[in-house]
């Protein structure tokens, strides 16, 4: 069993930055990959960025390629995303997935989520 819990959240500008932390614990906690989603009022959640488990391998979404960088710290059980250049599309509910990386692309694990941070850009 895996609890993921995320901090870093907040209320930034446009063209800000804030670096969102995942921290685990659990049996696994430190030897899966990890990956970040979003979810904005009235859409589905989307795909942001992922990280293999050792942090040789990283994936990002189109949106955000460039300006957000996910990385890892396997002996604080931390996941770290650092946004900049945030748009005010970045608004949404982050979350923290453990999952598995595969075939050059990250696959969520339904049962491991954590609860959320909002992230709000203001133009």
């Known amino acids: 069993q895996v609890q993921l819990v995320e901090s870093g959240g907040g209320l930034v500008e446009a063209g800000g930055s804030l670096r969102l932390s995942c921290t685990a614990s659990g049996r696994t906690g430190s030897s899966s990959a990890r990956g970040w989603f979003r979810q904005a009022p009235g859409k589905e959640r989307e795909f942001v960025a992922a990280?293999?488990?050792?942090?040789?391998?990283?994936y990002y979404a189109d949106s955000v390629k460039g300006r957000f960088t996910i990385s890892r710290n396997n002996a604080k059980s931390t996941v770290y995303l650092q946004m900049n250049s945030l748009k005010p599309e970045d608004t949404a509910v982050y979350y923290c997935?453990?999952?598995?990386?595969?075939?050059?692309?990250?696959?969520?694990?339904?049962?491991?989520w954590g609860q959320g941070t909002q992230v709000t850009v203001s133009s």
């Open positions: 990280i293999n488990w050792i942090g040789s391998s990283t």
């Open positions: 997935n453990a999952g598995e990386t595969t075939s050059g692309s990250y696959r969520a694990h339904d049962d491991y």
